[in-house]
């Protein structure tokens, strides 16, 4: 079974720059999650879907960061524009959707630094 | 608001046990998760508790406690391959049932 799929593993770009991810989940899982993974620090929810909708972007700085899953397959995360602090591994998850319990599958992430 | 504590670092030696601990607070708790995840990798599931008690999964053992918010993740016969980072995870009602993850205890493994 193939897993969690994501690109580009390693970006770099300048403060104001835009940069995109993708992320293609495992296939039959609807629920799929990005989180941001600051050094040092626990992954934390950006953003949750089920199919294409939006279950949960509370904690998404809506004012730079986008996500869309349009055919509630593959999704994207765009930064526009980054700030230095948004230098983090962005993780994509995907999972099975059951409540209260499901295990999260994530991918291998994407390195952002931001200069 | 949640919260959740673990040591930031933990030492042992190869062979030996080892128990990391994972306090935490929140309301309308629904479960614990500890999730491994080696330097540069991603993080992988280990174990679930939504009841009081102990569950075993091979050499990994999780333990709970509801009444003290209180758990633990529990490893034998360690080997180098389980140098790596461990978090804990809980679900909750008042996270709209998301996972809030600690801060992680990074595992060294000394042989």
């Known amino acids: 079974e193939a897993g969690v799929a994501q690109s580009p593993r390693y970006k770099i770009i300048e403060k104001r720059q835009s940069v995109a991810f993708w992320c293609n989940p495992i296939?039959?899982?609807?629920?799929l999650y990005w989180y941001q993974q600051i050094l040092g620090q626990g992954p934390k929810l950006l953003i949750q879907?089920?199919?294409?909708?939006?279950?949960?972007d509370s904690q998404l700085p809506k004012d730079r960061f986008s996500a869309e899953r349009l055919k509630g397959v593959d999704s994207t995360l765009k930064i526009q524009p980054a700030k230095l602090e948004d230098s983090a591994v962005y993780l994509c998850?995907?999972?099975?959707?059951?409540?209260?319990?499901?295990?999260?599958?994530f991918g291998p992430g994407t390195r952002l630094t931001v200069l | 608001g949640q919260s959740l504590e673990q040591p930031s670092e933990v030492t042992a030696v190869e062979g030996a046990i080892v128990q990391i601990n994972c306090t935490y607070q929140?309301?309308?708790?629904?479960?614990l998760s500890w999730y491994q995840q080696h330097d540069g990798g991603a993080p992988t599931f280990l174990s679930y508790?939504?009841l009081d008690g102990l569950e075993e999964t091979g050499r990994f053992s999780s333990f709970l406690s509801r009444s003290d918010s209180y758990g633990y993740l529990l490893l034998q016969e360690l080997q180098m391959k389980d140098s790596a980072s461990y978090f804990c995870?809980?679900?909750?009602?008042?996270?709209?049932?998301?996972?809030?993850w600690g801060a992680g205890t990074k595992l060294i493994i000394k042989p």
């Open positions: 998850a995907s999972s099975f959707p059951s409540v209260p319990f499901n295990e999260q599958f």
């Open positions: 296939s039959g899982h609807a629920t």
């Open positions: 879907f089920q199919n294409n909708g939006v279950v949960d």
């Open positions: 929140t309301s309308g708790f629904y479960g």
């Open positions: 508790n939504a």
């Open positions: 995870a809980v679900r909750s009602w008042d996270s709209n049932y998301q996972l809030i």
